[in-house]
Nanobody
Framework: QVHLVESGGGSVQAGGSLRLSCARSGTLWPTSSMAWFRQSPGKEREGVAVITIDGLSTKYADSVKGRFTISRDNAGTTAYLQMNNLKPEDTAMYYC??????????????????WGQGTQVTVSS
């Protein structure tokens, strides 16, 4: 069984930075993925970024490219999301997710079996 616990959310002014962490327990293959999703009230959950456990592959949503960076620790048990130049439209609940290899389109929430409880990010203008 895989468990995910997020931390690091908070409130920040536009242009500021936050770093989210996702601690994983349980075993996944090196080519499994950990991802960050976000969801605002009334909107669908959208994929923000994904990284393979071995760290060899990353992908980003167009809306965050150049501002957000996903990474993981050497053991592959903690994933991070460094968020710079935050905008009010980045305000959302951010969720960590994990899936086994070859799980389909990375940005579809339905392709992930494991989820954290979420951490709120609020960006004020």
């Amino acid at each position: 069984q895989v468990h995910l616990v997020e931390s690091g959310g908070g409130s920040v002014q536009a242009g500021g930075s936050l770093r989210l962490s996702c601690a994983r327990s349980g075993t996944l293959w090196p080519t499994s993925s950990m991802a960050w999703f976000r969801q605002s009230p009334g909107k669908e959950r959208e994929g923000v970024a994904v990284i393979t456990i071995d760290g060899l592959s990353t992908k980003y949503a167009d809306s965050v490219k150049g501002r957000f960076t996903i990474s993981r620790d050497n053991a592959g048990t903690t994933a991070y999301l460094q968020m710079n130049n935050l905008k009010p439209e980045d305000t959302a609940m951010y969720y960590c997710a994990a899936r086994r290899p070859f799980g389909g389109t990375w940005s579809l929430a339905t392709n992930y079996a494991y989820w954290g409880q979420g951490t709120q990010v609020t960006v004020s203008s």
